[in-house]
């Protein structure tokens, strides 16, 4: 199998795990296995290990494909927010570094029949696990106009968010809302003439459409404070965001295992429970050189954020 993309921040992910040849690590979106790939290389064969997670299981078999040189390691279908079950159950208690490449792969959007692209005419699914139930075809087509036009707003930041939502449910009310290229033209005819240089007008709503049935934001900060619970005395958790809404849950939890008080100010103690588990080592999140944003488009969005238990 092809892959088209380099995985983002590659060389800055693998310098921030700080890797050990006789480690543990855990790669919790293993996508295509582009992370998992170079963390092998710098692995020992018998004594480094390697547990790669995605729940995407089309996933999994693309990297299972490209890392079949390696045979340090465990493949698991689950979702990186259950890391430590998936590590209890390996009987691992702890380990020396996870690293957490959030949103959509790039191997998912160049399977353009999953429908998380906007780019051509596809069933409306976006599902990361194909075995739940919710799709993006059950977002759009039943999800009341209200609450549709707020999951618009706060996942895709859009401000026609209202008339988008508006307009998906004059058009649906006449027909069912099947595909991809059926939901972009609804888009296109809600937003006043767009920029070229804001990116394809349907992106926002695509991506809100996406966290939305993958439920990416709810469990991200428990997500990132249970992953350091399970790191070893320094190890550390890299974490690649491409959204506000994530890259804000990322500092949020990792300043609480700083131990900074996260409560209201209007407070007059402390209720968030800040313990100091370790240090962020990112005062702020590393971006994309210029030559890797020019290389690879998905990567101008994305942050990246290191944090190393005590």
Known sequence: MEFKHKPVLLNECIEGLSLKKDGIYVDGTLGGGGHSLEI?????????????????????????????????????????????????????????????DLGVSSYQLDEK??????????????????????????????????HLANIIYEYGEERYSRIIAKNICIRRAKKKIETTDELVKIIENSIPKFNPKDGHPAKRTFQAIRIEVNNEIKPLEDTISNSIEMLKPEGRLCVITFHSLEDRCVKKAMNRAKGICTCP????????????????????????????????PRSKSAKLRIFEKM
């Open 113 to 146: 029949a999953r429908g998380f692209s906007y780019l051509g005419s596809n069933e409306l699914d976006m599902r990361m696990d194909k075995s739940q139930r919710l799709t993006a075809k059950e977002v759009i087509n039943n999800y009341k106009e209200e």
């Open 40 to 100: 092998l290389k710098k692995l020992h064969p018998k004594k480094g290990i390697l547990i790669g997670i995605d729940r995407d299981e089309e996933a999994l078999k693309a990297a299972k494909e490209r890392l079949s040189n390696y045979q340090n390691v465990n493949y698991i279908h689950g979702n990186h927010d259950d890391i430590k079950e998936i590590l209890n159950k390996l009987n691992i208690n702890q380990v020396d570094g996870i690293l957490l």
């Open 265 to 296: 100010r209007d407070i007059p103690y402390c209720v968030c429970g800040a313990k100091e588990l370790g240090r962020v080592l990112t005062k702020k999140p590393i971006i994309a050189t210029k030559e890797e944003q020019i290389e690879n």
